[in-house]
């Protein structure tokens, strides 16, 4: 690195080491990428295969397959699971999987069981703001090996990766929507936990939701322009078009 380039670096660190929204000081889960998918592109459907060696705590293997059907491309996608090359569990998801912009599958023990479990991103490909819409889907582990489907639609321009605020190892998930209030817009941040095999409100805990304003520029401060009790009710019981499937 040249002297000019070490100088640039020194001075801009600060302000890339401030630019975070509140929850991103909390430890994240970590997660293992997998991005190995083949795809088999067909007149009538498009399918999206995925081997996970060593998934399960026994050591078998774990496949995942995504078909999105082309007449009806954003109805009864199936989300298919195999262990071992055998199918243990099939999900109905209202999500056509693009070609395009199939994302990573993530892999982590999310709400903090001891067992593995999936994320996938899979974008709606808008414009502006609509480029940011996608549809979270969790594929949470249970203890017969089987899996509870948790999705939802999201606003997000990269993994918004899941939070432990309270240090209990069940990290919270953070989901964001676009709305307005008094001439101005704003994100809105809201947390929920996966429980009992499916997502709870826990933003009591945090005091959240939480605003951000909207700006033509990079803003991560909560706002000032409403009070934090205002903020309460912009609380979500539950996100948008939220969908679970046992």
Known sequence: MTKA????????LPLIVSGQYAFEKYPAVKFKAYNNWKINDTKDK?????????????????????TSFKEHWFENSIIKVSK????????????GFNPIAIDTIRVADI???????LKIIAPYMGNGTASMNVKIIYLFQQANQGFIKISFDDKQYENRIERDLNGDGNYEII????????NHSY???NLFNFVSGKLVNVNDRHNYPILVQFLEKENYKITGKIS???????????PEAYDVKK
């Open 46 to 66: 498009v399918e999206f295969s995925q081997t996970i060696s060593s998934f399960y705590k026994n050591g078998e293997s774990l496949t995942i397959q995504l």
């Open 187 to 189: 994100w809105n941040f």
């Open 175 to 182: 989901t964001m929507q676009l709305l307005s209030y008094q």
């Open 228 to 238: 934090r009790k205002k903020m309460k009710s912009f609380a979500l019981k539950l």
């Open 5 to 12: 380039l070490k100088i640039t670096f020194f001075l801009l």
């Open 111 to 117: 709400n903090g069981d001891g067992l593995k479990d």
């Open 84 to 95: 071992e090359d055998v199918e243990i569990k099939q999900f109905k998801e209202n999500m």
